[in-house]
């Protein structure tokens, strides 16, 4: 029975990291150990990151929100408050976006979540 070697698979893989490693300073894309590991530490940071952006818009979001409540003399808890009480809803994203962009309707929303948490 033949030896078998991991020829192909093993350039194939060689091949794909070099690839990943092209935007390297020096031996870091030019030789094996320095590109594997700047490629692998790449991709830790990569997945990590993916999961910190979803928290940094969430972040963003909550800060554009409550400088649009702050306008409108309420804070950022007393403003949610009110839309659930208020029954609308309306999520995070689409609630900074109407603060940035279209002050007129965050402002007919902050005066029905002033309505609704007066009302209760």
Same mark, same amino acid.
């Given at each position: 029975?033949?030896?078998?070697?991991?020829?192909?698979?093993? /350039?194939?893989?060689?091949?794909? +990291?070099?690839?990943?490693?092209?935007?390297?300073?020096?031996?870091?894309?030019? /030789?094996?150990?320095?590109?594997?590991?700047?490629?692998?530490?790449?991709?830790?940071?990569?997945?990590?990151?993916?999961?910190?952006?979803? @928290?940094?818009? @969430?972040? %963003?979001?909550?800060?554009? +929100? &409550?400088?649009?409540?702050?306008?409108? =003399?309420?804070?950022?808890?007393?403003?949610?408050?009110?839309?659930? /009480?208020?029954? +609308?809803?309306? &999520?995070?994203? +689409? %609630?900074? =976006?109407?603060?940035?962009? =279209?002050?007129?309707?965050?402002?007919?929303?902050?005066?029905?979540?002033?309505?609704?948490? &007066?009302?209760?």
């Amino acid at each position: 029975m033949p030896r078998a070697v991991s020829n192909v698979p093993r /350039l194939k893989r060689k091949k794909q +990291i070099m690839k990943a490693a092209r935007g390297a300073f020096g031996a870091r894309s030019k /030789l094996w150990k320095p590109a594997k590991e700047t490629v692998e530490r790449g991709w830790k940071y990569a997945y990590r990151d993916r999961k910190n952006k979803k @928290r940094d818009f @969430r972040k %963003l979001w909550i800060m554009r +929100i &409550n400088a649009g409540a702050h306008q409108h =003399d309420m804070n950022y808890n007393t403003f949610m408050n009110g839309l659930k /009480l208020a029954g +609308i809803e309306v &999520n995070r994203k +689409i %609630l900074a =976006d109407l603060a940035v962009h =279209d002050p007129a309707a965050f402002t007919a929303l902050a005066e029905k979540a002033r309505s609704a948490v &007066n009302a209760a």
